[in-house]
């Protein structure tokens, strides 16, 4: 043991003073010539050895271009590969976790540093490339033998080509129709660029200031030809740590384009969570039951519906239902998150997968395919969510959000009163019958509803207290004060409220066969024949097959949405419970402007007469209240206390 703990350590300080060469060189080597060969030689010669260790933890761009490329690329053969200023050739050792060297015909890395490239041959040499060609030559004028390239790169190469117009040009001179380019960089935003590029005067002039010692240049322009070129389909802009550097974090970005074929891919916003929201989603699955919803709705495909997303379940069930066009909005970017994960997850996975993530909430291969599969697709925010929080999948998906920790929180309540047996059995019980004996045999349960009335009200006092407070309500169940309020407004504490769901669940609807709300509160995953219906093979695979595409997602506010376009079905859900009567005024009367005549709108409420059930009347809708809580159990989540519809009036009416 302890000699190969020397062997380590003696590794370790080899492996350091390897990287303190190359910042030597860095920081201090010559960057002069009479040309530029001469100049990358003079700075990327006396490093050459040490290249790829060092710059594995500093160039944090190349695997995801390079996965992100690879995914567009898969299932093609015969592929031409371009890499311009590919340096040791580390991207083709990097691409081969990503892609079969075997479907590339040719890869040629291309790079004007003698000592760089002679690294490259080597390693072509050692791992036996037979398809891969080192040529030492000018990215400017490079043209492959083929004529063509399937797929060209510049990895940290395009801001060290002081000819920059000319490398491009010369490219896409050669880039095949269906073909794609890559890009890696480090950069700068121009003083007034797309929102998530954007950076402050002082991040812009230190960090090009810095890199021009290099005679690195990290101006816009390059990005900004690009695009004046090439249609941009995927872009990311990050920051990563640079070895032996502390707090500092140099900004990169990851391109990729084609030739023009619909415009560019929208820019992205910059959007941040609402003040009082967690930094993670408040729903991990939707939670209003969608069956009553598409029997008052009549979906059909002439529909635009517009919906919350909440825990998107609802918006993939219209698009099943045949919807035209479903926009699915919410103000907490973390919500957009989860959405847009699972509409890539269902264009990018197999059904099993798919079953693993948002099925079971786990899978032991996250880290592999979101590297590969999911995050090459999705946006800057949503990939700026979920890099940090892949350990959800490891943990449970539903026990994490807001929502998901509270129902952990009792399950281990359950554990600790030693009920855990218990609520296995009442999730598990095979019919309804046996489900509600189990309820009401339940001590705790009995002793509510037929205990002595003051030590009954003194028990749910204290429960109340604990674990339906403001803070507990808004952070676990995202109910928010001014909803908390009309409960209150109805004259119903809040602890009779739970009550009345939790009970009226119990007593009409089948956990195990029928209510996967619950069912997956009580165990933290669905079944295959209980579950929302974009889990179910057969709708799954109609997803994939292209009905995923009638989906957006939108980061915002819900009246910036409605006012974007017109609507012929509108999904309120809970929202204008969260609002005080002047924007709940707002609302109705956009409503009347958004909705086409005989358009239907539908919400529910806590309240059993919401009062803005008036102002959506006096808008020019035909309201109409379809079932409230004070007339019996209302559907498989019975959590609120009124479902309401309303149809837009034609304007002669």
Known sequence: MKKSFSIDKLANLANVKDDLIVLRHMWFGSKKGDDHAARLENF???????????????LWGRKPMLAACAARLAGRSNLIWVDLGGGTGENVDMMAQYLPLENFKSIYVVDLCHSLCEIAKSKVKAKGWRNVHVVEADACTFQPPEGTA???????????????????????????????????????????????????????????????????????????????KLERVWEINSQGSIPYVPYLRAPYYIWIGRHRQLGHAAHENKVDRPALFPPTFLYTQSWEDPDPDMEVMDINPKDTVL?????????????????????????????????????VAIQQLEYEDMWQLFGEGVHSRIEE??????????????????????????????????????????????????????VKRLANAPTLEEQKKLWDSNSLVYF???????????????????????????????????????????????EKYIARTLDGVAENSHLRKQNYFYYNC??????RDNCPAYLREANFAKLKAGDIDKLTVATGTFLDELRARKYTKVILMDHVDWLDMDHAKVVAD?????????GIVIWRSAALCPPYAELIKKAGFDVKCISRADQGYMDKVNMYSSFYVAKRKAKKD
Not at 44 to 58: L, T
Not at 181 to 209: E, H, I, N
Not at 452 to 477: R, S, T, Y
Request: net charge positive; charged share 15%; glycine share 8%.
């Open 522 to 527: 009580m165990t933290g995953k669905f079944l």
């Open 369 to 422: 395919l979101y590297e590969r599969k999911l995050s090459p697709f999705l946006s800057q925010t949503s990939n700026n969510f979920w890099s940090k929080r892949l350990w959800y999948f490891k943990h449970g998906l539903y026990y994490q959000g807001g929502m998901g920790k509270l129902c952990w929180v009792l399950q281990c309540l359950a554990a600790f009163l030693g009920m855990s047996k218990t």
């Open 448 to 494: 509510i509803k037929h205990g002595p009335k003051f030590l009954v009200w003194l028990f749910c006092k204290m429960v109340a207290l604990l674990l339906f407070n403001k803070v507990v309500l808004w952070f676990g169940g995202g109910v928010p004060v001014k909803q908390y309020k009309l409960i209150k407004a109805d004259g119903i504490p809040i």
């Open 150 to 228: 399937t797929l060209i790169t510049f990895s940290y190469s395009l801001s060290m080509i002081p000819p920059f117009h000319s490398v491009i040009d010369g490219a896409l001179s050669y880039l095949h129709p269906d073909g794609f380019c890559g890009v890696t960089d480090f950069f700068v935003s121009s003083k007034y660029d797309l929102p998530m590029r954007q950076m402050s005067w002082a991040r812009r002039f230190f960090w090009r200031s810095i890199f021009d010692i290099d005679n690195i240049d990290l101006g816009p322009e390059r990005r900004a030809y690009l695009e004046q």
């Open 590 to 598: 956009t409503l009347a402007q958004q909705v086409l005549p005989g």
């Open 44 to 58: 990327y010669g006396p490093q050459a050895k040490a290249y790829d260790k060092f710059r594995a933890n500093f």
């Open 307 to 343: 919906t919350l997303t909440s825990g998107g379940c609802n918006a993939l069930n219209l698009i099943l239902h045949g919807a035209a066009e479903v926009v699915s909005v919410d103000c907490n970017p973390a919500q957009s998150a989860l959405l847009e994960l699972k509409s």
